[in-house]
């Protein structure tokens, strides 16, 4: 079932509402979406601290939304809000490592994790795929967790050793942002930003503070991250 067709039988018209911080994506997102005829665009918003008023307000059958920007922990962000609006589908579209994220993101509530880089068409097919009560991860995903269920190995060494939050704060660090700034980005303290920092060198064996810089670049240094305001 694709391009958004459903049988006469169970043809419904869904909301779904877009969340980006990139207008280019979040308007090319909503362009392909309205070009099905189940599915309507009920809003679209650049600004996250939107989103509460418009689940309240639209009530949408799923939510598209990329939680990493703004340099937000985004793992966080959809725990809570799966947990406030369980009625709401929470389709990831980002550009950040599926290896590293998805699999964190279903844990945190998500139904869906799609990669910006695929098409249009399975766009629509994810959209269809979590409306239907089932998880939506790429062929990637799939066959890395097969992988996992054989002993193999998915993600790189030590990664999927590390919290949620070490995640967070280890994104942050590939993005370059000093301690300080991480901490009043995650509403942390200093002190926990560096035990944090204590904690990733260990797992991930970097033996100093340059080391664990340059493996966050490595590994997590190219998700797609807006320009941060000086």
């Known amino acids: 079932m694709r391009n958004g067709k459903l049988s006469s039988a169970t043809k419904r018209i869904h909301r779904i509402l877009v969340v980006d911080g990139m207008e280019l994506v979040r308007v090319g997102l909503a362009q392909i979406i309205s070009a099905a005829s189940s599915f309507v665009v009920c809003a679209v918003t650049g600004d996250y601290d939107d989103v509460p008023e418009l689940l309240e307000r639209h009530r949408p059958h799923v939510m598209i939304v990329e939680p990493f920007h703004e340099s937000r922990d985004g793992i966080r962000w959809i725990k809570e809000f799966a947990g406030e609006f369980p009625q709401t589908k929470i389709l990831v579209a980002s550009s950040s490592a599926e290896v590293t ?58 990664l999927d050793l590390l919290s949620d939050r070490e995640v967070a704060v280890f994104s942050l660090i590939a993005a370059e942002h000093g301690t300080g700034q991480i901490a009043r980005e995650l509403g942390i303290s200093r002190r926990t930003v560096e035990s944090h920092c204590e904690h990733i060198k260990t797992k991930l064996g970097y033996r100093d503070a340059e080391a664990l810089h340059r493996g966050a670049r490595e590994l997590l240094g190219t998700a797609e991250r807006p320009a941060q305001n000086p």
Do not use: C, Q
């Not at 998805?102 to 990669?115: D, H, I, P, V």
């Not at 089932?134 to 890395?144: D, E």
């Open 101 to 158: 994220y998805a699999e964190r993101t279903l844990r945190a509530g998500a139904a869906g994790y799609w990669m910006k880089t695929s098409s249009a068409d399975e766009l629509l097919h994810a959209i269809e795929t979590v409306l239907a009560g089932n998880v939506y991860v790429s062929p990637v995903i799939t066959s890395l967790v097969l992988r996992k269920f054989a002993g193999h190995r998915t993600v790189p060494p030590g």
